[in-house]
């Protein structure tokens, strides 16, 4: 790096005086420039570097190109092409895996060190760029439709130059401690903000707790009974179950929810396992059968009489609501602001409070 760099001789102090460029520099409209170190003429395609970094990290072929979202047999061809263009071989191949040769494991730690510098290099320009009033949020699609787009209006009433690309992907739920959240995987989609269901143990990103969750057992109310009945009479009910609550070791389901109440579960239950909370919820709403789900989510319906609480027994769940940021998103006006306004709607609902930086 040393052998590369170009340093500048301090400016003179008066305006018109000349400006010598140091040795190993040239001059461009009267401002010394430093030239593109030789090195950067002889890299490999990005693209073969980033498919070689991915199966390095993973040890597999297949899960790089799962992540990368092409076929193994592309990852193959690109590391076939660098192997030959750089004259070394970077994996040796086994029967269904592989490993790294010397020469790949010596060179992995540098390369991802500059993908992170050119990650970062990036975003610093994505900031000062046109787009500075657009954010990427990402959130669990029941959070996202139920409560977050019903209060954007007025994030828009306050902010009216922004724009927010929201997602939903049911890849903001935990399946694990840590995640898996990182920094890498905010960068690969491209999102500013993403309130996270999970534990908050985010290492890498800036974490605050936004919302904490109870779960209590909602249903379809029948005109003239009593919609609230004991725990124990749920057990002849059916049972809907959002799969959300089994993405992880941690389970906060009806078999967890009648322990919490009590209740002795004699045989395995039954349940109707649903891939998200918005099925469930519609589940529910039809009359199909009864529903552990969030108060917070589901006010509109609560409120307007379509659903009813079967149950007085609330269950703590183990996941609660963290708005996450990668630390270069939460230098950006657009993301402060965002992140500020969702703490101050979490205060009806019992969470928020200041965003911290």
């Keep these: 790096m040393s052998k590369r760099a170009c340093r500048f001789p301090p400016l003179p102090a008066t305006p018109d005086a000349s400006v010598e460029a140091a040795p190993g520099c040239r001059m461009q409209d009267g401002v010394p420039s430093r030239p593109a170190p030789a090195s950067t003429r002889r890299l490999p395609p990005l693209v073969a570097l980033s498919y070689f970094e991915a ?9 790089a190109a799962r992540e990368l979202h092409v076929t193994p047999a592309a990852i193959s061809h690109q590391i076939k092409a660098l192997e030959a263009l ?10 269904r895996r592989v490993s790294l040769t010397s020469a790949a494991r010596l060179a992995l ?20 760029s046109e787009a500075r009033n657009l954010i990427t949020v990402c ?8 409560w977050l787009v019903p209060r954007l209006h ?13 997602q939903a992907s049911l890849s903001s739920v935990d399946s694990m401690r840590g995640g898996p959240a990182g920094l890498a995987e905010f960068r690969r989609a491209g999102i500013d903000l993403a309130v996270r269901f999970g534990y908050g143990s985010y290492p890498e990103l800036e974490a605050q707790r936004l ?5 209590l057992p909602v249903w379809a109310p029948e005109p003239g009974a009593e919609p609230r009945v004991e725990p124990e009479a749920l ?8 799969g959300t609550a089994w993405r992880s070791a941690d389970r906060f389901g009806w078999p967890q929810w009648f322990e919490h109440a009590g209740v002795a579960v004699p045989a395995p239950l039954r349940e109707q396992r649903f891939g998200n909370g918005l099925l469930a919820l519609e589940a529910a709403l039809t009359g199909q059968g009864v529903l552990l789900a969030s108060p917070l989510l589901i006010q509109a319906e609560l409120q307007g009489g379509k659903l009813a609480v079967a149950c007085e027994v609330a269950m703590p769940c183990p996941f609660a609501y963290f708005a996450v940021c990668p630390p270069l998103a939460l230098e950006r006006p657009i993301v402060q602001s ?5 703490f101050e709607e979490a205060v009806p609902c019992g969470g928020g409070g200041a965003a911290t930086a």
């Design 55 to 63: 199966a390095a990290r993973t040890r597999s072929f297949a899960a």
């Design 86 to 95: 750089l004259g070394v071989e970077l994996f040796v191949r086994h029967h």
């Design 109 to 128: 730690p540098a390369l991802q060190e500059g993908f992170a510098a050119l990650a970062d290099a990036v975003e610093q320009l994505r900031a000062h």
């Design 139 to 146: 959130a669990e699609p029941m959070f996202a439709t139920k």
């Design 154 to 166: 007025r994030f828009y009433a306050r902010c009216p130059e922004a724009e927010v690309r929201l």
């Design 211 to 215: 919302l904490e969750v109870s779960l």
């Design 235 to 242: 057990l002849g009910q059916a049972l809907l179950s959002d």
């Design 338 to 342: 965002f992140r500020a306004w969702l």
